[in-house]
């Protein structure tokens, strides 16, 4: 008994020590909010495969790449997450058609395939790299010091109206310079894809979470029409 209560104590307090790592607050309206009030937005960005490139169409996208930092003036982060590609939702619908096959040459195919891939998976580990844009913004409000905390401590009510209003119009602020990025990386003929809350609970979960083999999916950035 001693020894389940100590073996759970254990368990929280680890728990405890992981989330004082997570910097976020609150993820609402498509935007992080980490613990101090600053802001973040998350672009998902398609790739391309540089290494197929003619030697000048390399030059183009470098000197286009080059073009964006150099025009911006406000930090950003550029994230590129690598996973081992996870085809089992792929094998099951595969799976499914063989089901519905009338011919039978063709079910014997899709076995085949199936154990082609189930094998091929068991040798290779096929990765999988997600891109991402991080744009940040840093609240003025957050200038406010001590005695901005010590109104807002005395009208609790119009705090709570203030910070929503706050909320909303840093995050207008911050679209714009999201919207600017968004609009600089679509010139370069790649998908870009603001991501919502939900698409951002999930990077979060799957990023604190790696080596979980069930994982949230996020939306494919090229299945995805966004006009900039």
């Given at each position: 008994?001693?020894?389940?209560?100590?073996?759970?104590?254990?368990?929280?307090?680890?728990?405890?020590?992981?989330?004082?790592?997570?910097?976020?607050?609150?993820?609402?309206?498509?935007?992080?909010?980490?613990?101090?009030?600053?802001?973040?937005?998350?672009?998902?960005?398609?790739?391309?495969?540089?290494?197929?490139?003619?030697?000048?169409?390399?030059?183009?996208?470098?000197?286009?790449?080059?073009?964006?930092?150099?025009?911006?003036?406000?930090?950003?982060?550029?994230?590129?997450?690598?996973?081992?590609?996870?085809?089992?939702?792929?094998?099951?619908?595969?799976?499914?058609?063989?089901?519905?096959?009338?011919?039978?040459?063709?079910?014997?195919?899709?076995?085949?395939?199936?154990?082609?891939i189930?094998?091929?998976?068991?040798?290779?580990?096929?990765?999988?790299?997600?891109?991402y844009?991080?744009?940040?913004?840093?609240?003025?409000?957050?200038?406010?010091?001590?005695?901005?905390?010590?109104?807002?401590?005395?009208?609790?009510?119009?705090?709570?109206?203030?910070?929503?209003?706050?909320?909303?119009?840093?995050?207008?602020?911050?679209?714009?310079?999201?919207?600017?990025?968004?609009?600089?990386?679509?010139?370069?003929?790649?998908?870009?894809?603001?991501?919502?809350?939900?698409?951002?609970?999930?990077?979060?979960?799957?990023?604190y979470?790696?080596?979980?083999?069930?994982?949230?999916?996020?939306?494919?950035?090229?299945?995805?029409?966004?006009?900039?």
């Amino acid at each position: 008994m001693a020894t389940e209560k100590k073996s759970n104590s254990t368990k929280s307090s680890t728990k405890s020590s992981t989330l004082g790592f997570v910097e976020i607050s609150e993820i609402r309206d498509s935007v992080l909010i980490l613990r101090e009030g600053q802001m973040r937005a998350v672009l998902a960005v398609s790739s391309a495969n540089f290494a197929l490139k003619s030697i000048q169409e390399q030059e183009i996208i470098i000197g286009a790449f080059q073009g964006i930092l150099n025009s911006i003036d406000f930090p950003i982060q550029i994230l590129v997450q690598s996973r081992r590609l996870d085809l089992t939702s792929y094998i099951e619908k595969l799976k499914h058609i063989e089901d519905n096959l009338t011919n039978d040459l063709l079910r014997v195919k899709m076995q085949e395939y199936v154990e082609y891939i189930k094998q091929m998976l068991q040798e290779v580990n096929i990765m999988n790299k997600d891109f991402y844009v991080i744009v940040g913004y840093e609240p003025i409000s957050l200038k406010d010091g001590i005695f901005g905390r010590f109104l807002r401590a005395l009208n609790p009510s119009r705090a709570i109206k203030q910070k929503q209003e706050d909320f909303l119009k840093n995050r207008k602020l911050m679209m714009s310079r999201t919207d600017a990025i968004a609009s600089r990386f679509a010139s370069l003929d790649l998908k870009v894809n603001l991501l919502n809350t939900e698409q951002l609970i999930a990077l979060m979960y799957n990023s604190y979470n790696p080596d979980l083999l069930e994982s949230i999916r996020l939306r494919d950035v090229s299945s995805i029409d966004i006009q900039v």
